[in-house]
């Protein structure tokens, strides 16, 4: 059923020092298009963990002392094997996590972008001289890896989540222990694979493929040997781990929930927030982190845009991520797909009004329809959770001031969106916005050249970017005497 041209990209078990772990007790993998078995995989838990900590730990000293260009030039061979192999990346990321072939290319691109990004930086990873308070002394600071950093990552974007994690450890010299979904475990392995392959030395690069989060996920936050975590995933969840953190004190960074909001102002180029909106909205089914969350319409365009919206929505088409012209695929599982029901109806309920879909799909178990609700409004309970599906709740709003308290009245910060030709509005209203992200007349902002990352509850620290590298390095002041 995989079908892949390069059928060794396709693992059973977890890895672990350079080496492939087999085990008598499995988990299955299914296709959530159509709950179809893909492949069974051993289900590692907190020994293989525990090894794969001892593993990074003990090739972190000659990980950390190879020259920078030797590190660099490794990330770029894997950089190329992703690409070589994007077609069947896909392919895999499609089966096992339902998105379109066509978004699923674009995220294997997206993921070994970080690769070649952090290729670059690790050449650059500058300290500074400073001038002494006196003539005999000098002041020298450098950057140094932290150590063994381990990683949670989840299935909604299975290769790049962990590949913009994975490009900036081991570019600042540190090992690298991660769990991915155990949804999505295939294409974490294939990542596995291709690092061999490029030559990453054994140790350095480790997955840990399991069921059994809890045992796994404290191994990661607890034990001493880490020295850096980092997660991302649910806001409930990221609290749980950045206390088992706190005893051991580890560097933490953290990218959980959003409730992002999508304003549309009365000046702005409809067609284009319409055409945003739909990137924003609609891109692996509404399964985002920075998907647009609450859609604040000015009043006097709000009928405009709604037209103009619905008429898009209407064409987008249904269906397994492996036909052609797919532009949604299937919801991770039936709890997803529960959530997004019991949201939608709780807002009509509470009065809003289904201007488009509003049900299950027909197509299969775990399909639901493009949905488009008008007359939400901020107390409505869709308004303060994170949807995680393709249903666009829309509010009206009448003044600009209305606008900015209602996009920041949530606890989260992660992205924010708005539209608008004013240019004096863009500087007032994007410095108002509390979110460490903000996409202005654009519905996507991520790339491997720009820091993401949250504010408030959204989380802290930044992936991607000159600054990718902060959270995984250690600033160290020496001092010089007598010169």
């Known amino acids: 059923m995989l079908q892949l041209d390069a059928s060794e990209l396709v693992k059973n078990g977890s890895y672990i020092n350079g080496r492939w772990h087999n085990s008598d007790n499995t988990f299955s993998v299914k296709n959530p298009a159509d709950l179809q078995p893909l492949a069974d995989v051993a289900d590692a838990g907190k020994t293989q963990a525990e090894q794969a900590v001892q593993a990074a730990s003990d090739s972190f000293a000659g990980w950390a002392a190879k020259p920078a260009a030797e590190r660099s030039a490794l990330l770029l061979d894997w950089y190329q094997l992703v690409m070589k192999h994007q077609d069947d990346l896909a392919r895999l990321m499609t089966?096992?996590?339902?998105?379109?072939?066509?978004?699923?290319?674009?995220?294997?691109?997206?993921?070994?972008?970080?690769?070649?990004?952090?290729?670059?930086?690790?050449?650059?990873?500058?300290?500074?001289?400073?001038?002494?308070?006196?003539?005999?002394?000098?002041?020298?600071?450098?950057?140094?890896?932290?150590?063994?950093?381990?990683?949670?990552?989840?299935?909604?974007?299975?290769?790049?989540?962990?590949?913009?994690?994975?490009?900036?450890?081991?570019?600042?010299?540190?090992?690298?222990?991660?769990?991915?979904?155990?949804?999505?475990?295939?294409?974490?392995?294939?990542?596995?694979?291709?690092?061999?392959?490029?030559?990453?030395?054994?140790?350095?690069?480790?997955?840990?493929?399991?069921?059994?989060?809890?045992?796994?996920?404290?191994?990661?936050?607890?034990?001493?040997?880490?020295?850096?975590?980092?997660?991302?995933?649910?806001?409930?969840?990221?609290?749980?781990?950045?206390?088992?953190?706190?005893?051991?004190?580890?560097?933490?960074?953290?990218?959980?929930?959003?409730n992002a909001p999508f304003i549309v102002f009365d000046d702005a180029d409809l067609d284009a927030a319409a055409e945003g909106l739909m990137a924003s909205k609609f891109r692996n089914a509404g399964q985002t982190c920075v998907c647009a969350n609450r859609i604040l319409v000015q009043s006097s365009v709000y009928d405009a845009f709604i037209e103009k919206f619905v008429e898009k929505v209407k064409l987008l088409r249904i269906g397994d991520g492996l036909e052609k012209g797919t532009d949604i695929g299937p919801l991770i599982d039936d709890k997803a797909l529960q959530k997004v029901t019991e949201l939608t109806q709780s807002a009509l309920d509470d009065g809003a009004t289904l201007l488009l879909g509003g049900h299950h799909h027909s197509f299969g178990e775990r399909f639901f329809q493009p949905t488009v609700l008008g007359d939400v409004t901020a107390e409505m309970t869709i308004s303060q959770q994170e949807i995680f599906g393709p249903v666009a709740a829309i509010q009206q709003f009448d003044t600009e001031q209305d606008a900015i308290e209602l996009a920041n009245s949530t606890e989260y910060g992660l992205a924010a969106y708005f539209y608008s030709r004013d240019i004096g509005r863009v500087f007032r209203v994007s410095q108002a916005l509390q979110f460490g992200m903000v996409g202005i007349n654009e519905g996507m902002v991520s790339n491997a050249a720009a820091p993401f990352g949250g504010v408030k509850q959204s989380g802290y620290g930044r992936e991607g970017s000159k600054y990718g590298l902060d959270d995984y390095t250690d600033i160290k002041y020496l001092c010089i005497g007598g010169v």
Request: proline share 7%; glycine share 8%.
């Open 95 to 258: 089966l096992e996590q339902g998105k379109p072939l066509a978004e699923a290319k674009g995220e294997i691109a997206y993921g070994a972008s970080y690769l070649q990004w952090f290729a670059e930086e690790a050449k650059r990873l500058y300290g500074d001289t400073i001038p002494a308070p006196s003539a005999d002394k000098r002041i020298i600071v450098q950057r140094q890896p932290v150590g063994v950093v381990a990683a949670i990552t989840p299935w909604n974007f299975p290769n790049a989540m962990l590949a913009r994690k994975a490009a900036a450890a081991l570019a600042a010299g540190c090992t690298f222990v991660v769990k991915p979904a155990h949804q999505t475990p295939l294409s974490a392995l294939a990542l596995a694979e291709l690092s061999q392959q490029a030559g990453i030395p054994p140790g350095v690069f480790n997955v840990i493929c399991g069921t059994d989060a809890k045992a796994i996920g404290e191994v990661l936050t607890q034990d001493p040997r880490v020295a850096k975590f980092s997660f991302t995933g649910s806001t409930a969840v990221g609290k749980v781990l950045a206390k088992q953190c706190a005893d051991t004190v580890k560097r933490v960074s953290m990218e959980l929930g959003g």
